[in-house]
């Protein structure tokens, strides 16, 4: 595969952004090799500068549910580009996609938009502490929710520590309330709730682990979740920035039949624009400035252009129904892999939900942080990069999901599948 504009791309990059791109990820650090500089896409197929085609499987990262370059959701954009893309001022398309948004999650009276899944997080603890009047709060281990200081804190293993940065530049002081618990895990949770009674303003948690690979919450865990927070006053947060309409109409809380307090948004609800939003109960949402105190602004803020991919984009999820297809598909994309992998005899676990999937290089079960970081990632650097050379586009890390799209054809599985065979 010749690759060698890419290369040269990635050369000049690496001398004027950090890494060589705007994410850490993208950087292909983890699996090593060149990362592929991107022409252009459509359907379930992403074309690099060197003229290579992949069959793409991260689908940037989980927004583009139709597939790139949906013939809906480009008119719909290009249409309000010609009306003009920003204008700081309120618009009919916020109204009409909130009206979406809280049609399809029942807990969902208002939302605030905002321009990406980490002011979502950040904006709805915000929140969440002006409402109780406390200050500490619960994140899992393993569970990411963007880029603010005060989350950027998993801990060590164990139950109850108090907050470690996990980045330099976030200053322990900005963590010292984060409380992190493991994912999974009822009982350590309770005795984090019962050593600081009183103190927790919410806990917040991906509904459906994506972002240490795919991790389902166990039997009952959700559930448990929503009882202890009840019983203890905090509010519950799901972060369903990639949940949110992947996982089903209604998201991860439709789908478990748990009701958040408050729910963060993004990826799938912007159509591939940056988008983020965060709702939940009218008495909470209604602290948020100017209807109450909470501070929280945005200049490009339910941006008109974004607005319009993501109503796109939703309209066409609710009248296309896809989950039902989108879940097969991935099914038998899993089933692929786990029949070579066993003809290869190489020891793997897959974690999948709907169109959300993770194949670990595990012989064990991954039910958290602890077990998914068990994986083996030179094995899986090399099941990236075999895939990659054959024209497959994986994600290029072990502790990332795989998303299907409604633009994965049969053939396009069936190919992935054959293909897999060679690679294991
Ligand atoms: C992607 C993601 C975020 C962050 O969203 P950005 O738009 O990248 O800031 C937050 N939470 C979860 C669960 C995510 O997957």
Same mark, same amino acid.
């Given at each position: ?134 200050? =500490? ?121 748990? =009701? ?6 993004? =990826? ?157």
């Amino acid at each position: 595969m010749d690759i060698h504009k890419s290369e040269k791309l990635f050369a000049e990059a690496q001398q004027l952004l950090p890494g060589g791109v705007d994410s850490p990820v993208r950087a292909f650090k983890s699996v090593g090799g060149t990362p592929r500089f991107i022409a252009r896409a459509e359907g379930a197929t992403i074309i690099d500068v060197d003229d290579n085609r992949y069959i793409d499987y991260v689908m940037s990262w989980g927004p583009l549910i139709l597939g790139h370059a949906h013939a809906e959701v480009v008119a719909a954009i290009r249409a309000q580009a010609a009306r003009g893309t920003s204008y700081g001022a309120p618009t009919e398309l916020e109204v009409e996609l909130a009206r979406l948004m809280t049609q399809a999650m029942p807990s969902l009276d208002m939302v605030r938009f905002v321009n990406s899944g980490t002011e979502a997080t950040m904006s709805a603890l915000r929140l969440a502490r002006a409402f109780t009047g406390r200050t =500490k709060i619960v994140k899992f281990e393993g569970g990411y929710h963007g880029h603010a200081d005060m989350l950027l804190a998993q801990a060590g293993s164990g139950v109850a520590t108090l907050g470690i940065p996990d980045s330099v530049g976030v200053p322990p002081a900005a963590v010292a309330d984060t409380l992190t618990a493991p994912y999974n895990n009822l009982r350590a949770l309770a005795q984090l709730f019962e050593a600081h009674r009183h103190q927790i303003a919410a806990l917040i948690v991906e509904p459906v682990a994506g972002n240490m690979g795919v991790v389902p919450p166990c039997e009952g865990f959700l559930q448990g979740v929503r009882a202890l927070t009840l019983e203890h006053g905090a509010l519950l947060i799901f972060d369903e920035v990639i949940t949110g309409f992947r996982v089903g109409w209604g998201g991860a809380q439709g789908l478990y039949g748990v =009701k958040p307090d408050l729910t963060c948004l993004g =990826k799938i609800i912007g159509g591939g624009l940056p988008v983020g939003a965060y709702g939940g109960r009218r008495e909470i949402m209604q602290w948020v400035a100017p209807s109450g105190p909470v501070y929280q602004a945005g200049t490009l803020s339910g941006n008109p252009l974004a607005m319009a991919a993501g109503l796109a984009t939703l309209n066409v999820l609710r009248r296309t129904n896809p989950y039902a297809m989108l879940e097969s598909l991935a099914a038998r994309l899993c089933e692929g892999i786990a029949a070579a992998a066993e003809v290869a005899r190489i020891p793997i676990w897959q974690n999948r939900v709907g169109s959300l999937f993770t194949t670990f290089f595990s012989s064990g079960p991954v039910t958290d942080y602890a077990s998914a970081k068990k994986s083996d990632t030179a094995r899986y650097a090399k099941f990236f990069h075999a895939l990659l050379d054959t024209g497959f586009y994986f994600a290029p890390s072990q502790f990332e999901a795989g998303f299907v799209s409604v633009a994965h054809s049969d053939e396009a599985i069936e190919q992935t599948v054959i293909a897999l065979r060679r690679v294991f």
